[in-house]
């Protein structure tokens, strides 16, 4: 029988979040039109996609292929520009799915991004045209960090 007077009782038994590092297979470097997977298989771990992150790292190079690009221009959000598709999949099956997902954030973030969330995700590649820069060394190396809450 429910009754609507007695306590409630909530199970707060997940006490901590633990990040684990997980790689793409296959080459160490990609090139235009390379599908890249992250494939999870351990079976004993709960996970949160919302919290997890994407890491990108990589080089800006001249026409040479040497050196920093100094002719080129980084726009805000510019590493989810790097792809044409994301899906999120579980047992084969797509979950979620995020075509052009730079202009799909993009315009999700100028809507619902609040200020204080927007300076939070500079790493992601959130900021301004000026601070882009300030994320590129003197070689022309880059990492950006982006919470998968974003997309």
Not at 46 to 75: C, V
Not at 126 to 145: A, E, P, S, V, Y
């Amino acid at each position: 029988m429910l009754n609507v007077r007695e306590k409630i009782l909530t199970d707060d038994s997940v006490t901590r979040l633990q990040y684990h590092k997980y790689k793409p297979f296959g080459q160490p470097a990609f090139a235009s039109n390379d599908s890249i997977s992250i494939v999870i298989q351990n079976e004993n771990t709960y996970l949160l996609p919302f919290e997890s992150r994407l890491y990108i790292e990589g080089q800006l190079l001249n026409a040479e292929g040497q050196g920093k690009a100094s002719d080129i221009e980084l726009t805000k959000n510019c590493a989810l520009y790097l792809f044409s598709d994301i899906q999120y999949c579980l047992n084969d099956q797509i979950i979620d799915d995020v075509r052009n997902p730079g202009n799909a954030t993009l315009m999700k973030g100028y809507v619902s991004f609040t200020p204080s969330e927007a300076n939070a995700l500079q790493n992601s590649g959130w900021t301004t045209r000026d601070d882009l820069k300030k994320l590129i060394d003197d070689d022309g190396r880059f990492n950006f960090c982006i919470p998968l809450k974003m997309m």
